[in-house]
């Protein structure tokens, strides 16, 4: 029987919501850097949903309550990776924010965000946590050249 095993890395991100505002993380991060919403890695074992909770609580100083699974990000890497961004939505949470080493954190009105610096391709993922339609991301490179053109695809 043919292995259809392949190696991926697991990510989250949440759009915490309180009223008309989001709560976004500058990220210190240069690969990445901008405006966006907080999250990170999956740990092996890890159920999503808690490592979900464990990444706000670590990044934010929020404890969400119930996030809801909204999306899904991937793309492939050059070391036949593919890397997997679950993109999840919370309004229920408690605590005061605190900014960590990954960013600083700060609540903003939902139409200004247009008005940060954010990550590339950030957009993209905006029309999944507002379109209850849409729900995946796809990007695929144009041959085998993974520094040139991509392909974006949102189902």
């Not at 043919?2 to 759009?15: F, I, K, Q, Y």
């Not at 690969?31 to 609580?57: C, D, K, L, Q, Y």
């Not at 379109?131 to 053109?149: C, F, K, M, R």
Request: contains cysteine; charged residues 30%; glycine residues 8%.
């Amino acid at each position: 029987m043919e292995d259809r095993s392949e190696s991926v890395e697991l990510t989250n991100m949440c759009m915490i919501q309180n009223g008309t505002k989001i709560l976004v993380e500058d990220r210190k991060n240069k690969t990445w850097a901008g405006v966006t919403f907080p999250g990170g890695h999956i740990e092996p074992g890890e159920s999503f949903n808690h490592a979900m909770i464990r990444e706000i609580f670590e990044e934010t100083g929020l404890k969400i309550k119930h996030p809801l699974l909204c999306g899904i990000k991937q793309f492939p890497r050059k070391d036949n990776k593919r890397y997997i961004v679950l993109l999840y939505k919370a309004n229920d949470f408690e605590g005061q924010i605190k900014s960590s080493k990954e960013g600083e954190i700060f609540w903003i009105e939902r139409t200004d965000l247009r008005n940060y610096s954010l990550p590339e391709n950030f957009a993209e993922m905006m029309q999944i946590f507002e379109n209850n339609q849409l729900s995946e991301i796809d990007y695929h490179p144009v041959g085998s050249d993974y520094s040139g053109e991509w392909i974006t695809e949102i189902y």
